[in-house]
């Protein structure tokens, strides 16, 4: 049974960072890519992040330069480092995990999703 758990989220104050991890648990499969996604209310999820194996990174614009995203490989785990936070950023995050099965087959799961407010 694969898990993708999310933790981090919370309420902050705009100018303030939080950091959001994701840990990938339960499958035998390598782990290809891994990204962070939000969706604001009456909004559709978009990417804000996201991670290849080999570290090759992609950010929406309107977070370059603000946010960081990273991987532990050992820990099956995906960092999200948020500075800057803007009161637009107030989202519910999501974490996936693309799992890569007998080397070309992509399982992508989602995690529950994590709860970001930024007060102005």
């Known amino acids: 049974q694969v898990r993708v758990v999310e933790s981090g989220g919370g309420l902050v104050q705009a100018g303030g960072s939080l950091r959001l991890s994701c840990a990938a648990s339960?499958?035998?499969?390598?782990?290809?890519?891994m990204g962070w996604y939000r969706q604001a209310p009456g909004n559709e999820r978009e990417l804000v992040a996201s991670i290849k194996s080999g570290g090759t990174t992609n950010y929406a614009d309107s977070v370059k330069g603000r946010f960081s995203i990273s991987r532990d490989n050992t820990k099956n785990t995906v960092y999200l480092q948020m500075n800057s936070l803007k009161p637009e950023d107030t989202a519910v995050y999501y974490c996936?995990?693309?799992?890569?099965?007998?080397?070309?087959?992509?399982?992508?799961?989602w995690g529950q999703g994590t709860q970001v407010t930024v007060s102005s």
């Open positions: 339960g499958s035998t499969f390598t782990i290809n890519s």
């Open positions: 996936r995990v693309e799992f890569l099965r007998w080397g070309y087959d992509r399982l992508n799961y």
